[in-house]
């Protein structure tokens, strides 16, 4: 019976596809996979932990963007991160605002600071904005524990982990502000192997069915890597996750 059903499935299978349903339904692939995706992200919301520890504005009506580094503020108090080295990476700099915001709060001077973007604009359309929008030029630093690399993450990445830049025991910080799926599951999964417990993963436009969240599941379910909510807000635009 079972071997039965097996076949029947196949079949069933070879003849849909046979009958090239992307042609007629082709149109259903991006609300489908935005339904699915909306429902996990629910999912998600709905496991969250909100209390004094851990600051989550989920509901609220008013989305202000300053809550941002309150909840970044939170994350450095909690973690002790003022002055204990850290290394710092950000993936989606563009003028550099969030990049110095990191400097100036983690102060300790054995601390690294790596910041990774094109500089010339996103090199992929997302949602209402075009490809090469957020197109800056490279920010000046006058501090010498920042540094930036000029390129395609897909491109500078890779290069850079096998200058074994990381110290064993060393907490990582991994500011994901790319907004692309593709851009924060390439750096997602290129950082696979060196993540640690107690590092931290900051996301910045996490809600988004499609993108950052979409990215976040699929390199969690491909490593088993497990984290826990550190503080949300905004309704969960920007998150902040300790590796456990
Ligand atoms: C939202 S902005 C970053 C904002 C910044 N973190 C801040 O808060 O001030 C997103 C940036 O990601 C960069 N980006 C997206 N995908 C990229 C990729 N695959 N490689 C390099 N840069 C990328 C874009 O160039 C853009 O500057």
Known sequence: MRNALIRLHIHAKGLLLLLRPHRWLGWAAHPLRFGANTLALSAW????????????DFHTFRRVHARR??????????LGLHDSPIDYLE??????????????????ADSRFHGFDTFEGLPEQWGAFAKGDMAAAIPALDDPRGRFHKGLFQQTLLPFLR????V??????????????????FVLTALGPY??????????????????????????????????????????????????
């Open 91 to 108: 993936f989606g700099v563009f003028d550099g605002r969030s990049f110095r915001w990191w400097l100036a709060h983690a102060r300790h």
């Open 69 to 78: 580094e309150r909840l970044h503020e939170h994350v450095v108090q909690r």
């Open 195 to 244: 993540l640690r417990a107690g590092d931290v993963l900051l996301f910045d436009e996490f809600n988004v069915p499609n993108h950052e969240f979409a990215a976040l599941q699929a390199f969690q379910a491909a490593w088993y890597v497990r984290t826990e909510l550190l503080g949300a807000v905004n309704n969960h635009y920007q998150v902040a996750l300790l590796v456990l």
């Open 163 to 166: 200058t074994a830049p990381f």
């Open 45 to 56: 919301i709905a496991r969250q932990r909100k209390g004094p520890d851990v600051p989550n």
């Open 168 to 185: 064993e025991g060393r907490r990582k910080v991994v500011h994901l502000d790319a907004d692309l799926y593709s851009s924060t599951l």
